[in-house]
């Protein structure tokens, strides 16, 4: 099965810089790559999503990239604020999903 | 539209015991799904299901059944409950587009086995 490793678990950062946050997976039949955002006791959202057909896609501030030859994604937040603070999760699959183990992300005034 | 709901919120049960968690959605998904979340551990699937009357095991299923009688509706039922389940579990579910789509979140339910 499918099998998706996320890196860093923890990622402090000053409002305003750029935050990144990596992800390999497995399967090359993956072709589904999203984002979620998890708050504090709340429910997982997804944020941004990118398929096997597309190399990078843009969101304001939010982007992810995808290089399947090296089976990694990334996702990349600019000027980070202090409502970014969640834990993230990848995710991968083509017919059901895997999700990474979370980033937590603490972005400081 | 409600989204996906989820009942109950919260449970506490002692080992042995049996209970049903309620998963609904309205908005005429062919996907559900159920995981659990556990503290570094991500969120696992436990099963899901393509369609009515379908349902099939993810990673983690033992312990745990299913049933999908109704499009809207899916059940996750722990038959005799183990402090090993104690974890927060989220039904999510997909729209007919396939199920490599966006996953809806229900807002969970937090189970602790005594």
């Known amino acids: 099965g499918e099998n998706v490793e996320q890196h860093p678990s923890t990622l402090s950062v000053q409002e305003g810089d750029s935050a990144v946050i990596k992800c390999t997976y497995s399967?090359?039949?993956?072709?589904?790559f999203p984002w979620y955002k998890q708050e504090l006791g709340k429910r997982p959202q997804l944020i941004i999503d990118?398929?096997?057909?597309?190399g990078e896609k843009k969101d304001q501030r939010i982007a992810v990239t995808l290089n399947k030859t090296a089976k990694h994604f990334s996702l990349h937040i600019t000027e980070t604020q202090p409502e970014d603070s969640a834990v993230y999760f990848c995710?991968?699959?083509?017919?059901?999903?895997?999700f990474g183990k979370g980033t937590m992300l603490l972005v400081s005034p | 539209n409600a989204g996906v709901t989820q009942t109950p919120k919260f449970r506490v049960l002692k080992t042995g015991q049996s209970m049903t968690l309620l998963c609904a959605q309205d908005?005429?998904?062919?996907?559900m799904y159920w995981y659990r979340q556990d503290p570094g551990m991500g969120l696992r699937l436990i099963h899901y299901?393509?369609?009515?009357?379908?349902?099939a095991k993810g990673e983690v299923p033992d312990g745990y059944n299913v049933s999908r009688l109704k499009k809207q509706n899916f059940l996750l039922g722990l038959e005799s409950a183990a402090p090993s389940q104690t974890s927060v579990y989220f039904c999510?579910?997909?729209?007919?587009?396939?199920?490599?789509?966006?996953?809806?979140f229900g807002p969970g339910t937090r189970l602790t086995v005594l």
């Open positions: 999510a579910s997909s729209p007919p587009g396939g199920n490599t789509d966006t996953q809806y």
């Open positions: 990118i398929r096997s057909n597309v």
């Open positions: 995710a991968a699959g083509y017919s059901t999903l895997t």
């Open positions: 908005m005429n998904h062919e996907y």
């Open positions: 399967d090359s039949a993956s072709n589904y």
């Open positions: 299901s393509v369609g009515e009357g379908t349902t």
